[in-house]
Protein backbone atom coordinates (compact mmCIF):
# COMPACT_ATOMS: atom_id res chain seq x y z
CA UNK A 1 0.00 0.00 0.00
CA UNK A 2 1.42 3.28 -1.21
CA UNK A 3 1.95 5.51 2.01
CA UNK A 4 0.71 9.42 2.01
CA UNK A 5 4.38 10.54 3.17
CA UNK A 6 5.78 12.79 0.80
CA UNK A 7 9.52 13.23 2.40
CA UNK A 8 11.63 11.46 0.58
CA UNK A 9 14.82 8.76 1.95
CA UNK A 10 17.22 11.57 2.52
CA UNK A 11 15.12 13.98 3.94
CA UNK A 12 14.32 11.52 6.70
CA UNK A 13 17.19 10.16 7.10
CA UNK A 14 18.27 13.54 7.68
CA UNK A 15 16.25 13.62 10.81
CA UNK A 16 17.37 10.76 12.48
CA UNK A 17 20.82 11.73 12.20
CA UNK A 18 20.83 15.27 13.63
CA UNK A 19 21.07 13.15 17.00
CA UNK A 20 24.60 11.61 15.78
CA UNK A 21 25.37 9.80 19.28
CA UNK A 22 21.53 8.33 18.53
CA UNK A 23 22.90 7.19 15.27
CA UNK A 24 25.93 5.36 16.46
CA UNK A 25 24.35 3.60 19.21
CA UNK A 26 21.19 2.60 16.66
CA UNK A 27 24.47 1.46 14.21
CA UNK A 28 26.23 -0.30 16.59
CA UNK A 29 23.09 -1.91 18.22
CA UNK A 30 22.67 -3.72 14.71
CA UNK A 31 26.31 -4.09 13.95
CA UNK A 32 26.27 -6.18 17.58
CA UNK A 33 23.04 -8.85 15.70
CA UNK A 34 25.47 -8.67 12.65
CA UNK A 35 28.21 -9.74 14.59
CA UNK A 36 26.20 -12.79 16.52
CA UNK A 37 24.75 -14.34 12.94
CA UNK A 38 28.60 -14.54 11.91
CA UNK A 39 29.24 -16.73 14.96
CA UNK A 40 26.69 -18.76 14.94
CA UNK A 41 26.58 -19.14 10.95
CA UNK A 42 30.11 -19.96 11.26
CA UNK A 43 29.82 -22.45 14.14
CA UNK A 44 28.05 -24.91 11.49
CA UNK A 45 30.44 -26.31 9.01
CA UNK A 46 27.33 -26.96 6.51
CA UNK A 47 26.10 -23.11 6.69
CA UNK A 48 26.56 -22.21 3.01
CA UNK A 49 25.04 -25.49 2.07
CA UNK A 50 21.90 -24.71 4.19
CA UNK A 51 21.94 -21.55 2.72
CA UNK A 52 21.67 -23.62 -1.00
CA UNK A 53 19.03 -25.64 0.26
CA UNK A 54 16.73 -22.78 1.66
CA UNK A 55 16.95 -21.17 -1.88
CA UNK A 56 16.47 -24.24 -3.66
CA UNK A 57 13.69 -25.35 -1.21
CA UNK A 58 11.96 -22.02 -1.95
CA UNK A 59 12.15 -21.82 -5.54
CA UNK A 60 11.06 -25.04 -6.09
CA UNK A 61 7.83 -24.20 -3.66
CA UNK A 62 6.99 -20.83 -5.74
CA UNK A 63 7.85 -22.63 -8.61
CA UNK A 64 5.09 -25.20 -7.61
CA UNK A 65 3.10 -23.06 -5.76
CA UNK A 66 -0.54 -23.67 -6.77
CA UNK A 67 -0.16 -27.15 -6.48
CA UNK A 68 1.39 -26.85 -2.80
CA UNK A 69 -1.22 -24.20 -1.35
CA UNK A 70 -4.15 -26.78 -3.23
CA UNK A 71 -2.30 -29.87 -0.78
CA UNK A 72 -1.92 -27.48 2.51
CA UNK A 73 -5.28 -26.98 2.23
CA UNK A 74 -6.37 -30.29 1.78
CA UNK A 75 -4.88 -30.92 4.50
CA UNK A 76 -5.69 -28.24 7.04
CA UNK A 77 -9.44 -29.44 6.12
CA UNK A 78 -8.81 -32.87 6.83
CA UNK A 79 -7.09 -31.55 10.76
CA UNK A 80 -10.38 -29.26 11.12
CA UNK A 81 -8.75 -26.30 10.45
CA UNK A 82 -10.73 -23.46 8.38
CA UNK A 83 -8.85 -22.26 5.60
CA UNK A 84 -9.98 -19.06 3.61
CA UNK A 85 -8.25 -17.01 0.93
CA UNK A 86 -7.92 -13.29 0.63
CA UNK A 87 -6.86 -11.41 -2.70
CA UNK A 88 -6.02 -8.05 -1.16
CA UNK A 89 -5.21 -6.62 2.13
CA UNK A 90 -9.12 -5.41 2.62
CA UNK A 91 -10.14 -9.48 2.00
CA UNK A 92 -8.00 -10.12 4.73
CA UNK A 93 -9.66 -7.86 7.05
CA UNK A 94 -12.73 -8.61 6.24
CA UNK A 95 -12.44 -12.19 6.44
CA UNK A 96 -10.81 -11.11 10.05
CA UNK A 97 -13.35 -9.03 11.47
CA UNK A 98 -16.10 -11.22 10.03
CA UNK A 99 -14.55 -13.98 12.22
CA UNK A 100 -14.39 -12.16 15.77
CA UNK A 101 -17.70 -10.52 14.97
CA UNK A 102 -19.28 -14.14 14.86
CA UNK A 103 -17.82 -14.77 17.76
CA UNK A 104 -18.67 -11.51 19.66
CA UNK A 105 -14.65 -10.82 20.38
CA UNK A 106 -13.66 -7.58 22.03
CA UNK A 107 -10.18 -8.73 22.91
CA UNK A 108 -8.20 -9.49 20.22
CA UNK A 109 -4.56 -10.75 21.39
CA UNK A 110 -2.13 -10.61 18.65
CA UNK A 111 1.58 -12.08 18.44
CA UNK A 112 4.40 -10.66 15.69
CA UNK A 113 3.13 -10.90 12.07
CA UNK A 114 4.21 -8.49 9.23
CA UNK A 115 1.61 -9.20 7.21
CA UNK A 116 -1.11 -7.54 9.22
CA UNK A 117 1.29 -4.51 9.41
CA UNK A 118 1.02 -4.62 5.69
CA UNK A 119 -2.67 -4.72 5.59
CA UNK A 120 -3.40 -2.43 8.27
CA UNK A 121 -5.63 -4.86 10.35
CA UNK A 122 -5.17 -3.28 13.65
CA UNK A 123 -6.79 0.43 12.47
CA UNK A 124 -9.48 -1.52 10.89
CA UNK A 125 -10.84 -3.43 13.45
CA UNK A 126 -10.15 -0.42 16.00
CA UNK A 127 -13.03 0.81 13.77
CA UNK A 128 -14.88 -2.12 14.43
CA UNK A 129 -14.82 -1.83 18.17
CA UNK A 130 -12.31 -4.65 18.99
CA UNK A 131 -9.45 -4.26 20.72
CA UNK A 132 -6.06 -5.46 19.55
CA UNK A 133 -3.00 -6.33 21.47
CA UNK A 134 0.45 -6.66 20.34
CA UNK A 135 1.83 -8.79 22.69
CA UNK A 136 5.94 -9.03 21.35
CA UNK A 137 7.64 -7.01 24.02
CA UNK A 138 8.85 -4.78 21.22
CA UNK A 139 6.08 -4.49 19.33
CA UNK A 140 3.77 -3.38 22.48
CA UNK A 141 5.94 -0.98 23.58
CA UNK A 142 5.73 1.07 19.58
CA UNK A 143 1.83 0.46 19.76
CA UNK A 144 1.78 2.09 23.38
CA UNK A 145 4.07 4.23 21.68
CA UNK A 146 1.94 5.10 18.47
CA UNK A 147 4.02 3.96 16.15
CA UNK A 148 5.23 1.83 13.46
CA UNK A 149 7.93 -0.80 13.72
CA UNK A 150 11.23 0.49 12.52
CA UNK A 151 12.08 -3.11 12.42
CA UNK A 152 10.83 -6.44 11.33
CA UNK A 153 12.61 -8.53 14.26
CA UNK A 154 13.22 -5.93 16.73
CA UNK A 155 10.59 -3.84 15.93
CA UNK A 156 11.53 -0.66 19.12
CA UNK A 157 14.83 -0.24 18.03
CA UNK A 158 15.08 3.05 17.68
CA UNK A 159 13.95 3.70 21.45
CA UNK A 160 16.53 3.94 23.86
CA UNK A 161 15.57 2.06 27.50
CA UNK A 162 14.93 5.71 28.99
CA UNK A 163 12.68 6.40 26.66
CA UNK A 164 10.58 2.89 26.89
CA UNK A 165 10.52 3.66 30.99
CA UNK A 166 8.92 6.82 30.39
CA UNK A 167 6.15 5.16 28.55
CA UNK A 168 5.99 2.26 30.46
CA UNK A 169 5.62 4.85 33.86
CA UNK A 170 2.70 6.52 31.80
CA UNK A 171 0.96 3.88 30.50
CA UNK A 172 1.44 0.58 32.56
CA UNK A 173 2.77 2.56 36.06
CA UNK A 174 5.92 1.42 36.23
CA UNK A 175 8.01 3.74 38.70
CA UNK A 176 8.96 7.04 37.37
CA UNK A 177 12.68 7.25 36.18
CA UNK A 178 12.82 3.36 36.20
CA UNK A 179 14.70 2.04 32.90
CA UNK A 180 16.25 -1.57 33.58
CA UNK A 181 15.29 -3.76 30.79
CA UNK A 182 14.73 -6.75 32.97
CA UNK A 183 12.63 -4.15 35.61
CA UNK A 184 10.68 -3.20 32.15
CA UNK A 185 10.39 -6.71 30.81
CA UNK A 186 9.09 -7.94 34.35
CA UNK A 187 6.35 -5.18 33.73
CA UNK A 188 5.22 -5.91 30.79
CA UNK A 189 5.46 -9.60 31.48
CA UNK A 190 2.42 -9.06 34.18
CA UNK A 191 0.70 -6.67 32.10
CA UNK A 192 0.48 -8.28 29.14
CA UNK A 193 -0.07 -11.61 31.24
CA UNK A 194 -3.68 -10.16 32.37
CA UNK A 195 -4.09 -9.20 28.73
CA UNK A 196 -3.73 -12.79 27.79
CA UNK A 197 -5.71 -14.22 30.40
CA UNK A 198 -8.38 -11.87 29.55
CA UNK A 199 -8.57 -11.94 25.32
CA UNK A 200 -11.52 -13.37 23.81
CA UNK A 201 -9.26 -14.87 20.52
CA UNK A 202 -5.85 -14.79 19.92
CA UNK A 203 -4.31 -14.16 16.11
CA UNK A 204 -0.79 -14.85 15.01
CA UNK A 205 1.11 -14.68 12.02
CA UNK A 206 3.33 -17.72 10.71
CA UNK A 207 6.94 -18.27 9.73
CA UNK A 208 5.93 -21.66 7.51
CA UNK A 209 3.34 -23.35 6.40
CA UNK A 210 4.24 -27.07 5.88
CA UNK A 211 1.93 -28.49 2.60
CA UNK A 212 2.07 -32.17 3.13
CA UNK A 213 1.02 -31.91 6.74
CA UNK A 214 -1.37 -29.33 7.32
CA UNK A 215 0.58 -27.57 9.67
CA UNK A 216 1.91 -24.18 10.68
CA UNK A 217 4.57 -23.54 12.43
CA UNK A 218 5.48 -20.12 14.52
CA UNK A 219 8.39 -18.98 16.00
CA UNK A 220 8.96 -16.68 19.05
CA UNK A 221 11.79 -16.28 21.56
CA UNK A 222 9.07 -14.50 24.17
CA UNK A 223 6.24 -17.21 24.01
CA UNK A 224 3.75 -15.00 23.17
CA UNK A 225 2.40 -16.72 19.88
CA UNK A 226 2.00 -19.65 22.04
CA UNK A 227 0.51 -17.81 25.44
CA UNK A 228 -2.01 -16.36 22.92
CA UNK A 229 -3.06 -19.51 20.72
CA UNK A 230 -3.09 -21.65 23.45
CA UNK A 231 -5.72 -19.84 26.16
CA UNK A 232 -9.23 -18.73 24.13
CA UNK A 233 -10.90 -21.48 21.81
CA UNK A 234 -10.52 -19.43 18.77
CA UNK A 235 -7.16 -18.80 17.43
CA UNK A 236 -6.48 -17.40 13.80
CA UNK A 237 -3.25 -17.24 11.75
CA UNK A 238 -2.89 -15.07 8.59
CA UNK A 239 0.03 -15.76 6.19
CA UNK A 240 1.35 -14.60 2.89
CA UNK A 241 1.49 -17.54 0.23
CA UNK A 242 5.04 -17.10 -0.28
CA UNK A 243 5.39 -18.89 3.83
CA UNK A 244 4.65 -22.62 1.97
CA UNK A 245 7.29 -25.37 2.26
CA UNK A 246 6.55 -28.42 0.97
CA UNK A 247 7.32 -31.09 3.77
CA UNK A 248 8.93 -31.43 7.31
CA UNK A 249 12.78 -31.48 5.54
CA UNK A 250 12.26 -28.35 3.95
CA UNK A 251 10.80 -26.85 7.86
CA UNK A 252 14.31 -28.56 9.46
CA UNK A 253 16.41 -26.34 7.17
CA UNK A 254 14.59 -23.28 7.37
CA UNK A 255 14.79 -23.64 11.01
CA UNK A 256 18.12 -23.75 11.33
CA UNK A 257 19.07 -20.73 9.61
CA UNK A 258 16.34 -18.35 10.66
CA UNK A 259 17.23 -17.71 14.48
CA UNK A 260 21.13 -17.77 13.58
CA UNK A 261 20.28 -15.38 10.91
CA UNK A 262 18.16 -12.87 12.64
CA UNK A 263 19.76 -12.72 15.87
CA UNK A 264 22.53 -15.44 16.19
CA UNK A 265 20.88 -18.15 18.25
CA UNK A 266 20.59 -21.81 17.12
CA UNK A 267 16.49 -21.64 16.98
CA UNK A 268 14.11 -19.67 18.62
CA UNK A 269 13.17 -20.63 22.06
CA UNK A 270 9.78 -21.64 20.72
CA UNK A 271 9.19 -23.28 17.63
CA UNK A 272 5.74 -24.54 17.08
CA UNK A 273 3.41 -26.52 15.03
CA UNK A 274 -0.03 -25.69 15.31
CA UNK A 275 -2.11 -28.61 12.93
CA UNK A 276 -5.58 -28.58 14.56
CA UNK A 277 -7.74 -26.74 16.81
CA UNK A 278 -7.44 -27.60 20.35
CA UNK A 279 -10.46 -29.60 21.98
CA UNK A 280 -13.62 -27.49 21.57
CA UNK A 281 -11.99 -24.49 19.62
CA UNK A 282 -11.60 -23.38 16.42
CA UNK A 283 -8.18 -22.35 14.06
CA UNK A 284 -8.46 -20.15 10.91
CA UNK A 285 -5.68 -19.88 8.71
CA UNK A 286 -6.01 -16.84 6.18
CA UNK A 287 -3.97 -17.72 3.12
CA UNK A 288 -3.17 -13.99 1.79
CA UNK A 289 -1.88 -12.78 -1.67
CA UNK A 290 -2.13 -8.96 -1.44
CA UNK A 291 0.79 -8.45 -4.98
CA UNK A 292 2.62 -11.51 -4.51
CA UNK A 293 1.33 -12.81 -7.87
CA UNK A 294 2.16 -9.82 -9.16
CA UNK A 295 5.86 -10.09 -8.25
CA UNK A 296 5.90 -13.97 -9.38
CA UNK A 297 4.97 -12.92 -12.79
CA UNK A 298 8.60 -11.13 -13.20
CA UNK A 299 11.37 -13.97 -12.35
CA UNK A 300 13.41 -11.87 -10.75
CA UNK A 301 10.99 -9.84 -8.62
CA UNK A 302 9.17 -13.33 -7.72
CA UNK A 303 12.91 -14.11 -5.66
CA UNK A 304 12.23 -11.79 -3.12
CA UNK A 305 9.22 -14.06 -2.27
CA UNK A 306 12.25 -16.89 -1.07
CA UNK A 307 12.16 -14.17 1.84
CA UNK A 308 11.78 -15.64 5.57
CA UNK A 309 11.46 -12.32 7.72
CA UNK A 310 15.24 -12.97 9.01
CA UNK A 311 16.06 -9.40 9.43
CA UNK A 312 19.62 -10.18 8.35
CA UNK A 313 19.95 -8.05 5.54
CA UNK A 314 18.49 -5.18 7.63
CA UNK A 315 21.03 -5.55 10.54
CA UNK A 316 24.02 -5.77 7.84
CA UNK A 317 22.65 -2.47 6.06
CA UNK A 318 24.91 0.27 6.10
CA UNK A 319 22.19 2.83 4.80
CA UNK A 320 19.56 1.14 7.06
CA UNK A 321 21.78 1.58 10.40
CA UNK A 322 22.59 5.11 9.48
CA UNK A 323 19.31 6.16 8.62
CA UNK A 324 16.45 4.23 10.47
CA UNK A 325 13.66 2.23 10.03
CA UNK A 326 11.28 5.32 9.58
CA UNK A 327 12.92 6.49 6.48
CA UNK A 328 11.85 3.87 3.80
CA UNK A 329 8.22 4.94 3.15
CA UNK A 330 7.46 1.27 3.18
CA UNK A 331 6.42 -0.79 6.28
CA UNK A 332 9.57 -2.69 5.87
CA UNK A 333 12.83 -1.31 6.01
CA UNK A 334 15.97 -1.88 4.58
CA UNK A 335 17.16 -4.12 1.85
CA UNK A 336 14.19 -6.15 1.84
CA UNK A 337 11.56 -3.66 2.36
CA UNK A 338 13.44 -1.62 -1.15
CA UNK A 339 13.20 -5.43 -2.96
CA UNK A 340 9.30 -5.89 -1.96
CA UNK A 341 7.84 -2.59 -1.45
CA UNK A 342 10.18 0.03 -3.46
CA UNK A 343 7.35 0.48 -6.42
CA UNK A 344 5.02 1.53 -3.48
CA UNK A 345 7.49 4.93 -2.81
CA UNK A 346 5.22 8.18 -4.13
CA UNK A 347 8.91 9.31 -3.64
CA UNK A 348 10.31 7.67 -5.86
CA UNK A 349 13.34 7.77 -3.63
CA UNK A 350 13.67 4.22 -1.42
CA UNK A 351 15.04 2.49 -4.02
CA UNK A 352 18.45 4.07 -4.03
CA UNK A 353 18.51 4.37 -0.56
CA UNK A 354 21.50 1.67 -1.36
CA UNK A 355 25.09 1.81 -1.64
CA UNK A 356 24.80 -1.63 -3.83
CA UNK A 357 27.33 -2.51 -1.26
CA UNK A 358 25.56 -6.29 -1.60
CA UNK A 359 26.13 -7.29 1.82
CA UNK A 360 22.62 -8.02 2.17
CA UNK A 361 22.80 -10.72 -0.61
CA UNK A 362 26.05 -12.23 1.08
CA UNK A 363 24.27 -12.56 4.69
CA UNK A 364 20.81 -13.61 3.11
CA UNK A 365 19.97 -17.59 4.77
CA UNK A 366 17.74 -18.65 1.20
CA UNK A 367 20.15 -16.34 -1.29
CA UNK A 368 17.63 -13.71 -1.90
CA UNK A 369 19.72 -11.23 -4.91
CA UNK A 370 19.07 -8.23 -2.70
CA UNK A 371 20.95 -6.09 -4.79
CA UNK A 372 20.01 -7.35 -8.12
CA UNK A 373 16.61 -6.52 -7.23
CA UNK A 374 17.17 -3.33 -5.98
CA UNK A 375 18.90 -1.99 -9.13
CA UNK A 376 16.35 -3.68 -10.82
CA UNK A 377 13.91 -1.53 -8.82
CA UNK A 378 15.36 1.50 -10.28
CA UNK A 379 15.51 0.17 -13.52
CA UNK A 380 11.62 -0.10 -13.12
CA UNK A 381 11.29 3.73 -11.76
CA UNK A 382 13.41 4.56 -14.70
CA UNK A 383 11.36 3.19 -17.45
CA UNK A 384 8.37 4.27 -16.09
CA UNK A 385 9.66 7.93 -16.04
CA UNK A 386 9.95 8.04 -11.82
CA UNK A 387 13.65 9.08 -11.55
CA UNK A 388 13.95 11.17 -8.38
CA UNK A 389 14.46 14.83 -8.92
CA UNK A 390 17.58 15.83 -10.53
CA UNK A 391 18.67 11.94 -11.61
CA UNK A 392 16.24 12.69 -14.67
CA UNK A 393 18.16 15.11 -15.33
CA UNK A 394 21.92 14.33 -14.95
CA UNK A 395 22.06 10.76 -15.65
CA UNK A 396 21.71 11.22 -19.33
CA UNK A 397 24.99 13.27 -19.57
CA UNK A 398 26.21 10.90 -16.95
CA UNK A 399 25.72 7.82 -19.50
CA UNK A 400 27.15 9.22 -22.62
CA UNK A 401 30.21 10.99 -20.49
CA UNK A 402 30.84 7.12 -19.57
CA UNK A 403 29.97 5.45 -22.47
CA UNK A 404 32.27 6.96 -24.61
CA UNK A 405 36.16 6.43 -23.77
CA UNK A 406 37.34 9.27 -25.35
CA UNK A 407 34.53 12.04 -23.81
CA UNK A 408 35.12 9.93 -20.40
CA UNK A 409 39.11 10.34 -20.28
CA UNK A 410 38.93 14.57 -21.34
CA UNK A 411 36.28 14.88 -18.69
CA UNK A 412 39.00 13.30 -15.64
CA UNK A 413 41.50 15.10 -16.88
CA UNK A 414 39.57 18.15 -17.04
CA UNK A 415 38.34 17.26 -13.42
CA UNK A 416 41.71 16.46 -12.70
CA UNK A 417 43.77 19.74 -13.28
CA UNK A 418 40.31 21.62 -11.82
CA UNK A 419 40.68 19.70 -8.22
CA UNK A 420 44.80 20.54 -8.64
CA UNK A 421 44.45 24.23 -9.51
CA UNK A 422 40.92 26.08 -8.52
CA UNK A 423 39.85 26.30 -5.30
CA UNK A 424 37.64 23.86 -3.55
CA UNK A 425 34.79 26.39 -2.59
CA UNK A 426 34.42 26.94 -6.26
CA UNK A 427 34.29 22.72 -7.15
CA UNK A 428 31.99 21.66 -4.35
CA UNK A 429 28.73 22.61 -5.57
CA UNK A 430 29.63 20.24 -8.50
CA UNK A 431 29.62 17.71 -6.23
CA UNK A 432 25.97 17.49 -5.20
CA UNK A 433 24.88 15.87 -2.36
CA UNK A 434 27.89 13.88 -2.54
CA UNK A 435 30.04 16.54 -1.41
CA UNK A 436 27.78 18.03 1.40
CA UNK A 437 29.12 16.10 4.02
CA UNK A 438 32.48 15.30 2.50
CA UNK A 439 36.06 17.23 1.32
CA UNK A 440 36.69 17.26 -2.17
CA UNK A 441 39.49 14.23 -2.90
CA UNK A 442 43.40 14.86 -3.46
CA UNK A 443 43.36 14.83 -7.40
CA UNK A 444 46.29 12.16 -8.98
CA UNK A 445 48.19 13.28 -11.60
CA UNK A 446 47.73 10.82 -14.30
CA UNK A 447 44.57 8.42 -14.39
CA UNK A 448 44.35 5.02 -13.91
CA UNK A 449 44.67 3.76 -17.39
CA UNK A 450 48.11 5.90 -17.84
CA UNK A 451 49.63 4.44 -14.59
CA UNK A 452 48.41 0.90 -15.65
CA UNK A 453 50.12 1.65 -19.11
CA UNK A 454 53.53 2.56 -17.58
CA UNK A 455 53.82 0.50 -14.75
CA UNK A 456 51.79 -2.89 -15.29
CA UNK A 457 51.32 -3.83 -18.98
CA UNK A 458 54.18 -5.23 -20.73
CA UNK B 1 -14.42 -16.19 -8.99
CA UNK B 2 -13.87 -16.53 -6.00
CA UNK B 3 -10.76 -15.70 -4.22
CA UNK B 4 -8.87 -18.73 -4.23
CA UNK B 5 -9.80 -19.46 -8.00
CA UNK B 6 -8.00 -16.16 -8.77
CA UNK B 7 -4.49 -16.62 -7.00
CA UNK B 8 -4.55 -19.99 -8.32
CA UNK B 9 -5.52 -18.89 -11.68
CA UNK B 10 -2.30 -16.09 -11.40
CA UNK B 11 -0.22 -18.55 -10.29
CA UNK B 12 -0.44 -20.49 -13.35
CA UNK B 13 1.12 -18.08 -15.30
CA UNK B 14 4.38 -17.36 -12.83
CA UNK B 15 7.49 -16.88 -14.39
CA UNK B 16 9.57 -18.93 -12.66
CA UNK B 17 10.65 -22.07 -14.58
CA UNK B 18 10.11 -25.64 -12.45
CA UNK B 19 12.69 -25.86 -9.94
CA UNK B 20 13.26 -29.57 -8.59
CA UNK B 21 12.18 -30.75 -4.94
CA UNK B 22 16.27 -30.61 -3.11
CA UNK B 23 17.04 -33.32 -0.85
CA UNK B 24 19.26 -32.50 2.37
CA UNK B 25 22.31 -34.39 2.52
CA UNK B 26 23.96 -33.27 5.53
CA UNK B 27 25.82 -35.53 7.52
CA UNK B 28 25.49 -35.11 11.14
CA UNK B 29 27.66 -34.29 13.92
CA UNK B 30 27.57 -37.54 16.25
CA UNK B 31 30.47 -36.85 18.45
CA UNK B 32 28.96 -36.57 22.17
CA UNK B 33 25.76 -35.69 21.68
CA UNK B 34 24.91 -35.53 25.51
CA UNK B 35 27.82 -33.31 25.84
CA UNK B 36 26.96 -31.21 22.72
CA UNK B 37 23.17 -31.05 24.07
CA UNK B 38 24.39 -30.19 27.45
CA UNK B 39 26.60 -26.93 26.42
CA UNK B 40 23.34 -25.84 23.94
CA UNK B 41 21.24 -25.79 26.71
CA UNK B 42 23.55 -23.61 28.62
CA UNK B 43 24.04 -21.69 25.84
CA UNK B 44 20.44 -21.16 25.59
CA UNK B 45 19.81 -20.89 29.42
CA UNK B 46 18.52 -23.89 30.37
CA UNK B 47 19.82 -26.30 33.18
CA UNK B 48 20.42 -30.04 32.25
CA UNK B 49 20.57 -32.38 34.77
CA UNK B 50 21.83 -35.71 33.72
CA UNK B 51 23.15 -37.34 37.01
CA UNK B 52 20.08 -39.49 38.42
CA UNK B 53 18.29 -37.61 36.81
CA UNK B 54 14.59 -39.17 38.00
CA UNK B 55 15.57 -39.20 41.43
CA UNK B 56 16.44 -35.66 41.10
CA UNK B 57 13.39 -34.82 39.52
CA UNK B 58 11.63 -36.77 42.23
CA UNK B 59 13.53 -35.08 45.16
CA UNK B 60 13.01 -31.43 43.66
CA UNK B 61 8.81 -32.28 43.04
CA UNK B 62 8.52 -33.42 46.69
CA UNK B 63 10.26 -30.89 48.13
CA UNK B 64 8.37 -28.23 45.95
CA UNK B 65 4.92 -29.59 46.87
CA UNK B 66 5.73 -29.77 50.39
CA UNK B 67 6.57 -25.68 50.32
CA UNK B 68 3.36 -25.03 48.69
CA UNK B 69 4.20 -24.26 45.48
CA UNK B 70 1.70 -25.32 42.72
CA UNK B 71 3.28 -28.04 40.71
CA UNK B 72 1.38 -29.61 37.86
CA UNK B 73 3.14 -33.05 36.59
CA UNK B 74 2.93 -34.84 33.51
CA UNK B 75 5.23 -37.31 34.13
CA UNK B 76 4.21 -40.88 35.49
CA UNK B 77 6.29 -41.27 38.82
CA UNK B 78 6.58 -37.52 39.64
CA UNK B 79 3.52 -36.23 41.66
CA UNK B 80 2.55 -32.99 41.45
CA UNK B 81 -0.53 -31.52 43.55
CA UNK B 82 -2.22 -29.97 40.57
CA UNK B 83 -4.94 -31.80 38.08
CA UNK B 84 -5.06 -31.25 34.82
CA UNK B 85 -7.96 -28.69 33.99
CA UNK B 86 -10.12 -28.55 30.75
CA UNK B 87 -10.22 -24.69 30.76
CA UNK B 88 -6.04 -23.80 30.35
CA UNK B 89 -7.03 -20.63 32.47
CA UNK B 90 -7.53 -22.22 35.41
CA UNK B 91 -3.29 -22.79 35.58
CA UNK B 92 -2.80 -19.15 35.73
CA UNK B 93 -1.31 -19.62 39.74
CA UNK B 94 1.06 -22.62 38.47
CA UNK B 95 4.35 -22.89 39.83
CA UNK B 96 5.93 -25.37 38.01
CA UNK B 97 4.99 -27.78 35.40
CA UNK B 98 6.31 -31.12 34.91
CA UNK B 99 6.44 -32.64 31.25
CA UNK B 100 7.69 -35.51 29.58
CA UNK B 101 9.29 -34.57 26.24
CA UNK B 102 9.73 -36.55 23.23
CA UNK B 103 13.30 -35.86 21.50
CA UNK B 104 15.93 -33.40 22.18
CA UNK B 105 18.21 -31.80 19.78
CA UNK B 106 21.69 -31.77 20.67
CA UNK B 107 22.47 -28.45 18.02
CA UNK B 108 20.16 -26.48 19.95
CA UNK B 109 18.88 -27.59 23.41
CA UNK B 110 15.46 -27.65 21.82
CA UNK B 111 13.41 -30.43 23.43
CA UNK B 112 10.15 -31.79 21.48
CA UNK B 113 7.05 -31.53 23.86
CA UNK B 114 3.18 -32.53 22.10
CA UNK B 115 -0.24 -31.76 23.30
CA UNK B 116 -0.24 -35.24 24.93
CA UNK B 117 2.87 -35.06 26.69
CA UNK B 118 1.91 -31.71 28.11
CA UNK B 119 -1.65 -32.63 29.15
CA UNK B 120 -2.87 -30.04 28.17
CA UNK B 121 -1.72 -26.97 25.58
CA UNK B 122 -0.97 -24.13 27.80
CA UNK B 123 1.10 -26.03 30.51
CA UNK B 124 4.55 -25.18 29.28
CA UNK B 125 3.92 -21.80 29.02
CA UNK B 126 1.51 -20.46 31.47
CA UNK B 127 3.88 -22.05 34.25
CA UNK B 128 6.33 -19.79 35.55
CA UNK B 129 9.07 -22.61 35.98
CA UNK B 130 9.47 -25.38 33.25
CA UNK B 131 10.78 -29.08 33.87
CA UNK B 132 11.12 -31.02 31.08
CA UNK B 133 12.27 -34.80 31.28
CA UNK B 134 13.56 -36.61 28.01
CA UNK B 135 14.96 -39.73 27.49
CA UNK B 136 18.65 -39.86 26.22
CA UNK B 137 18.13 -42.09 23.44
CA UNK B 138 15.40 -39.72 22.28
CA UNK B 139 18.74 -37.29 21.38
CA UNK B 140 19.36 -36.89 18.08
CA UNK B 141 22.04 -34.30 16.59
CA UNK B 142 20.13 -31.64 14.38
CA UNK B 143 17.02 -30.22 13.24
CA UNK B 144 17.02 -32.72 10.22
CA UNK B 145 17.21 -36.02 12.26
CA UNK B 146 14.72 -34.33 14.67
CA UNK B 147 12.02 -33.65 11.85
CA UNK B 148 12.73 -36.85 10.69
CA UNK B 149 11.23 -38.43 13.47
CA UNK B 150 8.26 -36.28 14.54
CA UNK B 151 4.79 -37.37 13.54
CA UNK B 152 2.10 -34.75 13.51
CA UNK B 153 -0.35 -37.89 13.05
CA UNK B 154 -2.88 -37.07 16.27
CA UNK B 155 -1.03 -34.54 17.11
CA UNK B 156 -2.89 -30.64 17.21
CA UNK B 157 -0.01 -29.02 18.59
CA UNK B 158 4.13 -29.73 19.18
CA UNK B 159 6.57 -27.45 19.68
CA UNK B 160 10.08 -27.84 20.02
CA UNK B 161 11.25 -25.77 23.67
CA UNK B 162 14.97 -24.08 23.93
CA UNK B 163 15.72 -22.28 27.08
CA UNK B 164 13.39 -20.29 29.28
CA UNK B 165 11.49 -17.63 27.44
CA UNK B 166 13.44 -14.43 26.72
CA UNK B 167 13.74 -11.09 24.54
CA UNK B 168 15.94 -8.42 23.91
CA UNK B 169 14.02 -6.09 22.84
CA UNK B 170 15.08 -3.27 25.17
CA UNK B 171 18.13 -1.72 23.93
CA UNK B 172 19.08 -5.45 22.73
CA UNK B 173 19.71 -6.45 26.24
CA UNK B 174 18.86 -9.97 27.11
CA UNK B 175 16.14 -10.68 30.01
CA UNK B 176 15.49 -14.55 30.13
CA UNK B 177 11.64 -14.68 31.41
CA UNK B 178 9.64 -12.68 28.67
CA UNK B 179 5.97 -14.38 28.27
CA UNK B 180 6.48 -18.50 29.04
CA UNK B 181 8.69 -19.88 31.83
CA UNK B 182 11.24 -18.03 33.33
CA UNK B 183 13.50 -21.25 34.00
CA UNK B 184 14.11 -23.95 32.07
CA UNK B 185 15.37 -27.28 33.56
CA UNK B 186 15.92 -30.35 31.89
CA UNK B 187 16.13 -33.75 33.34
CA UNK B 188 17.50 -36.40 30.64
CA UNK B 189 17.26 -39.79 31.40
Redesign the interface.
Known amino acids: MATTTTANHAEKAEIFCRDESRVDWHSK?LW??RQKRDRAASSLP?WE??RE?GS??K??T?????QY??QFEANCLK?GIQVH???DGA?HNRIVHEILAKHQVKKLVKSKSMLTEECHLNPYLEQHGIEVID????ER?IQLNKQPPSHIV????H???EE?GELFHEKIGTEKGASD??Y???AA?QH??EQ??SADAAMTGVNMAIAD?G?IVVCT????A??G???PGLTLHSMG?DKMV?N??A???L??TLARNA?G??????????????PGGEMHII?V?NGR??A????LL?ESLKCIRCGGCINTCPVYRRSGGYSYNYFIPGPIGIAVGAQQDDTNTTAWACTLCGSCTYVCPTKVPLDKIIAYQRRLKAEQGKLPYGKERYMPIVGKVMGSATVFNCAMSVARFSLRHLPHAMLKPFSGAWGKYRELPKAPKTSFDTWYKQNRSK | M???S???A???????????????E?APRLDDLVGQFEA?VK??GGTLIRDNALAALQQQVASLVADGQQVISQVADVRGNRATPED??AL?DINYAVIQGELA?A????VWVT?QGAGI??AP??CENLLLVVRAEQLVA???E???R?N?EN???????????????????L?I?????CTLTVYLL
Open positions: ALLEQLLQYLHLSHLGLEQWAKETDLGIVPAILKKVPTLTRRLRFLQANEGNDMGNLIPMEASVLRIQPITTYSSFYHGPKIDTKLQDEA | SSKDILALGSGALKPHPLPQVISAVPHRVENGAERIFINMHALKVLVGYGTFISGPSKTADIEQAVGAHGA
